[in-house]
C-alpha cells in the first residue's frame, strides 16, 4: 500500500515539474521571439533610407462633389539608382527637374520626382497622389490657404484642419546595406500620407454659379458678393474682391485693399440697405400707414439732417419711402418709435453679434448701438438710415433680405454641407429656423422692394428676363481717398424671382467700381436663371 502511494506521489510530482518547464520555456521563448521581433525592426529601420514627401490632405468640394481641392493628381515616383531607372528619368524629365534627378543618382543617392506617367521599371516605385492647388481654381477666400508646415491657415482649410490634415507624413523608403549604399535589388516603397484621404468637407457653394459669380463681379474693384439659396440660407456663392493667387500668398500680403481678407465676412456701414429692417419694426408697432411730407431736410435737435433728394419727395408712405430711400421719411418714422421698439429692429434678424457660417468660421461682430445709445432724437435719425455706429457685414445680411424673401422666416447662413471623417458621413447642424417677422410684413415688404426695382432707386437691377425685388444703399464711411473724394459703401441687397424666391444676393463695393451692384444684381440674376 505504502508502495502504490509513493509510487502516485512521485507522478504528481513530475507532472508539476512538467507543467512548470513547459511555461518556463515558453516565456524565455515568448522574450526571445519579441526581442528579435524588436530587433528586426530596429535592424530594418537602420538598414533604410526614408525621403519624406509631405503631408496628404482631405479634399474639399463642392455641394456636387466637385473637388475644389485634390482635383489633380501626379505621379511621384521614389527612384533607386539602378541603370534602368536613370535612363527613364533622362529621356522624360527636362531642364532643372532633370539636372537635379541625375545629380543624386549618378551618385549612388536615390531622389523623388514627378513623373509624366506610371512607369513600370526596374528600380521605380510610383504613387499617385493629390495636388493641393491647381491652376484656375476658384473660391479661394472660402477655402483658404495653408502655411508653411502645411496647416490650414484661413478659411475653411484653417477651420476643418482637424478633419483635412494629416498626422502621417508620406515616406518613400529605400533598403539599404549596413554602410547606407542603396541595395538595388530591392524596390523602394511609401508608407504613410493616407490617413487624411478618407476626409472631406463638402461645401454649399455650387462651383457652376461660383465661377459665374466671380466672372460677373470683377466691375468691383474692392467689395463682396454673397448668394444664397433663400430657403435654407445656404451659400452658393461668396466672392471677396480683390482677389489672391493660392500660389503666391506673400505677393498678397502688401498689396492695397487686403486681397487675404474675406470682405464678406467684414463689417461696413450698410446705410439704407438696413432700412427694411426698421421698416419691420414700424409695422409692428402699428406705425404701416404713416405718413410724412418730405421737403428734402429736418431739424433734429439743432442740427439739419438732409434727404438725399434736396427738393424732397412731396408726401411719403411707407412703400414709397423705401421704394425712393427717403431719409426724411425715417428720420421722422424714429421719432415715433422707442428706442427699445428700434432696436428689436435689428435683433429679429439676429444682426448685431457674429455670424456662424460653419464650425470655427465666423464673420466680424456685427455693430448695432445698444439701447443706452439711442437716447436721443438725433441718434435714433442716424440709425433709422443705416448710419452713425452701424456696421455689419454681408453675410449678416442675409438675415433680413431671406427672411423677407421666405415668409419672415430665416436660417443662419451656413456654407458647410457635411464633413467624412473616416469615410462616415456628419451632416452639417445649421439649427433651427427663425420667424423674425409674420408673413404678411414680409409681404408688404417684398411689394416695396418690387417698386425699387420697378420704378424707384433700383431701376439698374430691373431684367426683363427675370422678376426680382431689392433695396440700394449709399453709405457714408468718414474715409477720404488719396485725391481727397469721399469713400461711400455702396450696396444692393435682394432675391429673386419674386414669384417664389431661390436666391438671395447681397452686393457690397467698397469705394469705386466699374458696374453699379445694381447692375451686377441684374447680371447674376440673369445669369443664374438662364
Known amino acids: ?54 503631408n496628404t490632405r482631405g479634399s474639399i468640394l463642392d455641394k456636387n462633389g466637385f473637388p475644389l481641392t485634390n482635383s489633380k493628381t501626379v505621379n511621384l515616383a521614389a527612384i533607386n539608382p539602378t541603370k534602368s531607372a536613370i ?125 459665374q459669380v466671380e466672372e460677373i463681379s470683377k466691375d468691383l474693384t474692392t467689395g463682396a458678393v454673397v448668394v444664397a439659396e433663400s430657403k435654407s440660407n445656404k451659400i452658393v456663392a461668396m466672392v471677396s474682391l480683390p482677389d489672391f493667387s493660392p500660389y503666391d500668398i506673400s505677393a498678397s500680403l502688401s498689396k492695397e485693399n487686403s486681397p487675404l481678407v474675406n470682405k464678406c465676412l467684414n463689417c461696413y456701414n450698410v446705410g439704407s440697405a438696413f432700412k427694411p429692417a426698421i421698416a419691420a419694426g414700424a409695422i409692428k408697432e402699428g406705425l404701416v400707414d404713416y405718413t410724412v411730407d418730405c421737403t428734402g431736410s429736418l431739424s433734429i435737435e439743432n442740427r439739419v439732417f438732409n434727404c438725399h433728394k434736396r427738393d424732397g419727395h412731396g408726401s411719403t408712405d411707407l412703400i414709397s419711402a423705401i421704394k425712393n430711400s427717403c431719409n426724411c421719411y425715417f428720420y421722422n418714422l424714429s421719432g415715433k418709435m422707442s428706442s427699445d421698439a428700434l432696436y428689436k429692429s435689428a435683433e429679429y434678424f439676429s444682426l448685431s453679434g457674429r455670424t456662424k457660417i460653419a464650425d470655427n468660421l465666423y464673420s466680424d461682430f456685427g455693430v448695432i448701438p445698444s439701447k443706452t445709445k439711442l437716447n436721443t432724437l438725433s441718434s435714433k435719425a442716424n440709425f433709422a438710415i443705416g448710419q452713425g455706429d452701424v456696421m455689419l457685414s454681408p453675410v449678416s445680411m442675409l438675415n433680413l433680405y ?99 424666391p431661390k436666391y438671395t444676393v447681397i452686393i457690397m463695393s467698397d469705394g469705386k467700381h466699374n458696374k453699379t451692384p445694381a447692375e451686377i444684381f441684374k447680371a447674376i440674376s440673369e445669369t443664374i436663371t438662364r
Not at 521571439?33 to 526614408?50: M, P
Open 1 to 54: 500500500m505504502k508502495k502504490t502511494y509513493f509510487y502516485n506521489f512521485n507522478l504528481r510530482l513530475v507532472a508539476t515539474f512538467f507543467v512548470l518547464f513547459c511555461l518556463f520555456l515558453f516565456t524565455v521563448l515568448k522574450i526571445i521571439s519579441i526581442n528579435l521581433k524588436d530587433y528586426d525592426k530596429l535592424a530594418a529601420e537602420q538598414s533604410s533610407i526614408k525621403i519624406e514627401a509631405g
Open 402 to 500: 431671406s427672411a423677407i424673401a421666405n415668409g419672415g422666416e430665416y436660417y443662419i447662413p451656413s456654407v458647410v454641407e457635411k464633413t467624412i471623417i473616416d469615410g462616415v458621413s456628419h451632416p452639417y447642424d445649421k439649427g433651427l429656423p427663425t420667424k423674425a417677422i409674420d408673413s404678411k410684413t414680409a409681404e408688404f415688404l417684398k411689394r416695396a422692394m418690387i417698386e425699387v426695382i420697378e420704378s424707384g432707386t433700383g431701376v439698374e437691377a430691373k431684367s426683363d428676363k427675370v422678376s426680382a425685388a431689392g433695396k440700394t444703399a449709399t453709405a457714408e464711411t468718414g474715409r477720404i481717398d488719396q485725391n481727397g473724394n469721399r469713400i461711400t459703401n455702396s450696396w444692393f441687397c435682394g432675391f429673386f424671382p419674386v414669384e417664389d
Open 87 to 211: 535612363s527613364e528619368v533622362n529621356s522624360l524629365l527636362k531642364g532643372e527637374e532633370r539636372a537635379k534627378a541625375l545629380e543624386q543618382l549618378n551618385n549612388n543617392k536615390p531622389c523623388l520626382c514627378i513623373l509624366p506617367y506610371n512607369n513600370n521599371v526596374n528600380g521605380i516605385t510610383v504613387k499617385t497622389v493629390p495636388v493641393r492647388v491647381t491652376e484656375n481654381t476658384v473660391c479661394h477666400h472660402i477655402v483658404g490657404y495653408l502655411d508653411g508646415e502645411y496647416n490650414g491657415a484661413y478659411g475653411i482649410e484653417k477651420a476643418y484642419n482637424d478633419i483635412l490634415g494629416d498626422k502621417t507624413p508620406l515616406v518613400a523608403n529605400f533598403t539599404s546595406d549596413g554602410k547606407g549604399n542603396v541595395l538595388l535589388g530591392v524596390e523602394p516603397y511609401f508608407t504613410g500620407g493616407e490617413d487624411a484621404l478618407s476626409n472631406a468637407v463638402y461645401l454649399t457653394i455650387d462651383i457652376n454659379i461660383q465661377k
